[in-house]
């Protein structure tokens, strides 16, 4: 019981855990000019995110990596020609949107409690150093992290053992001390077998995956992170 009293530091995945990834081709789709989207955008920006994750699996597997922005670019394309959209202007505009994605809602603020209670806040991400800084610079969150750790740092995507050793490398924490936060299932899931305490923000109620571990904690967004953290 007294274990969870132990957590020193909350580390967040970035696309989907504190940006709302949908918010480039939505944004998009609202536009007159970006009509042939306006139907369409949801499944667009869903099959862009899977091939996203899916291309950084299999050049993680088949150590080919390259950096998450042309993971992005490559599932951009896919999912234009898989929904019968194309030219040059749409996809430049919905990439540099992905630069500019909100934060939900509720980050600030628990971000600030996190801090308030002296907690160590960052970001683990597949995301390019380069990326990740826009993100949090367009959503101002700088000030309430402590670290933008990159895979960048060591040239693998999750759920590699080396990217999730980068958190204990910089905070000099032990690993259960770590509170990790993520949508993704698959990524919740493995940061749970490396032996973080993790909680999975399931906004879209999905299954959980079937994985030989299991988070801990299963959320609907991030508002009870400090109360998990015990940052009352």
């Not at 050049?59 to 896919?78: K, M, N, P, Y």
Request: charged share 20%.
């Amino acid at each position: 019981m007294g274990d969870s009293m132990s957590i020193t530091t909350c580390v967040f995945d970035a696309y989907g855990t504190l940006f709302d990834v949908a918010a480039a081709a939505r944004t998009a789709a609202a536009l007159p000019k970006n009509s042939e989207i306006a139907e369409n955008w949801t499944k667009l920006a869903n099959d862009w995110r899977l091939k996203q994750l899916q291309y950084s699996w299999l050049r993680a597997i088949t150590d080919a990596h390259t950096d998450f922005w042309q993971v992005t670019q490559d599932g951009l394309d896919w999912a234009m020609e898989a929904n019968g959209v194309s030219g040059s202007r749409l996809r430049a505009e919905l990439l540099e949107l992905y630069w500019n994605l909100d934060a939900f809602p509720e980050v600030p603020k628990m971000l600030v409690e996190l801090k308030t209670a002296g907690l160590q806040t960052a970001i683990l991400s597949n995301g390019s150093i380069a990326m990740l800084e826009a993100a949090v610079s367009s959503a101002g969150i700088g000030e309430h992290l402590d670290a933008i750790l990159s895979v960048d740092t060591v040239g693998i995507f999750k759920p590699d053992t080396r990217v999730y050793n980068l958190v204990s490398e910089h905070f000099h924490c032990a690993v259960d001390e770590v509170l990790f936060v993520s949508s993704n299932g698959w990524d919740a899931a493995a940061a749970a077998g490396y032996g973080f305490k993790t909680a999975w923000v399931n906004r879209s109620g999905e299954p959980q995956d079937r994985l030989p571990w299991a988070p801990q904690y299963e959320l609907k967004n991030l508002t009870k992170i400090p109360i998990l953290a015990k940052a009352r």
